[in-house]
């Protein structure tokens, strides 16, 4: 059964500095994973989707990198900024299915 | 395309109580989701539709809880009778789903449910 465990579960940052968000999957056979944001009383919103075949990709600030074989996902935010405050999840989906399984989210606090 | 939308945003109901959310997925989308959300538990699936066929629903708490999609444009997630431990944030989402790995989720904005 696949689990998504995201670390560390809280963050708070001075603005301006740069992090790194972590989420591990204990299944490598996924199809994809996908990186979202939600903020307090929201839905979520997607940053960033990574293919199978892809080891990262990019936009703007954020960097998620993708190691299928150690389970690892990483989300690098440079230069945070107050707006960035939110709580962000990761997601896979297994290959065979089209389930997304979550984590249980980082909530980061830029200050 | 306007998105993923969920209706009622906001739903309070008594114990007891039949409770149904609706959802409107993205245009051309194939596959739709249901999952609930609280502090204890994250989110949950609860419920995978792709092509308007029901595909897995083992993530169903319980009989109270049921959903149908009779279009590609409309689905319902209905609780009855509805208990306070049900209280959550139900979202939905859609894809479109294909044989390949670039299959990316949009949510809604979720439906706010209290049982009171």
Redesign the interface.
């Known amino acids: 059964k696949q689990e998504v465990t995201q670390i560390p579960a809280a963050l708070s940052v001075p603005e301006g500095e740069n992090l790194v968000l972590n989420c591990s999957f204990t299944d490598s056979a996924i199809y994809n994973l996908q990186w979202f944001r939600q903020d307090p009383g929201k839905g979520l919103t997607s940053l960033l989707l990574i293919q199978s075949s892809q080891r990262e990709q990019t936009s703007g600030r954020l960097n998620a990198s993708l190691d299928k074989s150690s389970g690892r996902s990483t989300l690098y935010i440079a230069a945070s900024q107050p707006g960035d405050s939110a709580t962000y999840l990761c997601a896979v989906v297994n290959s065979g299915t089209y389930k997304y399984i979550f984590g249980t989210g980082t909530r980061l606090k830029v200050l | 395309d306007a998105g993923v939308i969920q209706s009622p945003r906001h739903e309070v109901t008594e114990m007891g109580q039949e409770v149904t959310l609706r959802c409107k997925p993205i245009s051309g989308h194939n ?1 739709l ?1 249901w ?1 609930r959300q609280t502090m204890m538990r ?2 949950e ?1 609860l419920i ?1 539709f ?1 092509n308007n066929v029901p ?2 629903d083992s993530g169903m708490p319980e009989d109270r809880f049921s959903a149908k999609m009779p279009n590609a444009s409309f689905s319902t997630l209905k609780i009855q009778p509805s208990e306070p431990r049900d209280s959550a944030v139900y ?1 939905c ?1 859609s ?1 479109l ?1 294909s044989w ?11 439906t ?1 449910l209290t049982v009171v």
């Open positions: 596959s989701f999952y994250g989110l699936l995978y792709n595909i897995d979202f989402a894809s789903a390949d790995d670039n299959t990316e989720a949009f949510f809604g904005q979720g706010r």
